[in-house]
């Protein structure tokens, strides 16, 4: 059932008539077993006394964008023996033209998705955190899911570019990793616009150049980055030099929210009303109900074992 069946039944506004949010293929049986359809194949995991738990539920979620509250950060290139001058790293004065309009959406250290009160389950929608004899357990503010971005704090970021007597660049990035022949890449923030496929909510790194004595900061969203086959956390070759990461970041840092969603990231409880037993449910996809506004519906289903960590 489409969540905004039950929406339109509050006169709220819906989004495409009739449109339907898929729900994966998944089993709570009597006896206990979960069978679930991955991408990898079927996982089937014991499940004891959990047959009164919904075997799926769908929430419907805004997303809140968390801006980056400081910006001072100054960039600075040594090249051999010429010191350039600093640049704001989050300066527009720092960037390449065609880099600013990403750099003005990028300006977030993370973003938060929280529930809007609305729901479906059993193939009939809800209203409040309250169904049947199920009730979900949510924090105060309703946050299901909250992606961070990896930003830049520090007062300065100095990268030291020397040529050796051999010829070959040996780089100093501005974490102190001495590397040849090769380019380190900083988080900067995260991409978003509102409408935006969510799926493209995403990181935005940054490597330091020049232009003439002054310092310069050049920004590629990840999937850019993928597209050059410089995939995180290892990197990739690129002209000649190997593009790495320079921060050994937590692996949600380094996909896009709507990779956070599949992988598990948004979890919720539910808690039987009668019995006080207690399941996480984890995301498994989602659904963007409409393109122009905030709002995604995302499926939850019980925690497999080893989504357990």
């Not at 009160?117 to 299901?144: A, R, S």
Request: hydrophobic share 35%; proline share 6%; net charge neutral.
């Amino acid at each position: 059932m489409s969540i905004d069946r039950g929406i339109r039944a509050c006169q709220l506004t819906p989004y495409a008539a009739g449109e339907l949010v898929p729900v994966p293929d998944c089993d709570i049986r009597e006896e206990g077993i979960l069978s679930t359809f991955h991408r990898q194949g079927k996982i089937r995991v014991e499940f004891v006394g959990k047959k009164d738990f919904p075997k799926s539920i769908i929430l419907r979620a805004r997303v809140k964008t968390l801006p980056i509250e400081n910006r001072s950060t100054q960039a600075q290139l040594i090249v051999n023996k010429i010191v350039m001058t600093p640049a704001p790293y989050y300066g527009m004065e720092s960037l390449f033209p065609d880099d600013e309009v990403l750099a003005q959406l990028s300006l977030y250290r993370g973003v938060e998705l929280y529930f809007t009160g609305y729901g479906v389950f059993n193939d009939k929608y809800f209203q409040g955190d309250e169904f049947q004899e199920i009730k979900l357990v949510l924090t105060p503010d309703k946050i299901v899911l909250r992606k961070e971005f990896r930003v830049q704090t520090a007062p300065h970021l100095l990268q030291k570019n020397i040529r050796n007597d051999a010829g070959e660049w040996i780089i100093t990035s501005p974490y102190g990793q001495e590397k040849r022949e090769s380019t380190p890449i900083m988080g900067y923030g995260g991409f978003y616009k509102t409408g935006i496929d969510i799926d493209k909510i995403q990181p935005v790194f940054a490597v330091l150049s020049s232009v003439r004595d002054d310092t310069r900061v050049k920004l590629y969203s990840l999937l850019h980055l993928e597209q050059e086959r410089i995939i995180p956390p290892d990197g990739g070759i690129k002209g000649g030099s190997h593009w790495y990461f320079t921060e050994g970041l937590p692996s949600d840092q380094y996909i896009s929210l709507g990779d956070s969603i599949r992988r598990g990231r948004a979890r919720i409880t539910l808690q039987h009303l009668l019995t006080k037993e207690e399941i996480t449910y984890v995301s498994k996809d989602y659904q963007q109900p409409n393109r122009k506004g905030e709002d995604i519906d995302i499926i939850f289903m019980p925690q497999l074992n080893e989504e357990r960590k």
